[in-house]
Nanobody, 119 residues
Framework: VQLQASGGGLVQAGGSLRLSCAAS????????MGWYRQASGTQRELVAS???????DFGDFVKGRFSISRDNTKKAIYLQMDSLKPEDTAVYYC??????????????WGQGTQVTVSS
């Protein structure tokens, strides 16, 4: 199982970015998928998550600036980030709970994509 993330980059404050993440491999089921971020010297924190039914959860810092969506047929999620701030600068990781070929649920992580917001 692999999670392939894309869409990071450099943007000015107030700008927007859209992150994408898709799961591939032998997958029987996927429950919660989400985006997490880790800035230098800090712990990884939740940005946004969405379960298979479409219920979402957001980090307190999001405050309506970001939205998350999901395409279950593609096993993919998308994070639309608007009104970006310099403090949003971090490496963003895609994570998912997946039932794979071993018949065990486990958490998988993507490779991380850098988001840099300049002031």
């Amino acid at each position: 199982v692999q999670l392939q993330a894309s869409g990071g980059g450099l943007v000015q404050a107030g700008g927007s970015l859209r992150l994408s993440c898709a799961a591939s491999g032998t997958i029987f089921s996927v429950t919660t998928m989400g985006w997490y971020r880790q800035a230098s010297g800090t712990q990884r924190e939740l940005v946004a998550s969405i379960d298979s039914g479409g219920s979402t959860d957001f980090g307190d810092f999001v405050k309506g600036r970001f939205s998350i969506s999901r395409d279950n047929t593609k096993k993919a999620i998308y994070l639309q980030m608007d009104s970006l701030k310099p403090e949003d600068t971090a490496v963003y990781y895609c994570g998912a709970e997946i039932l794979g070929r071993l018949g065990v649920w486990r958490n998988y992580w993507g490779q991380g994509t850098q988001v840099t917001v300049s002031s």
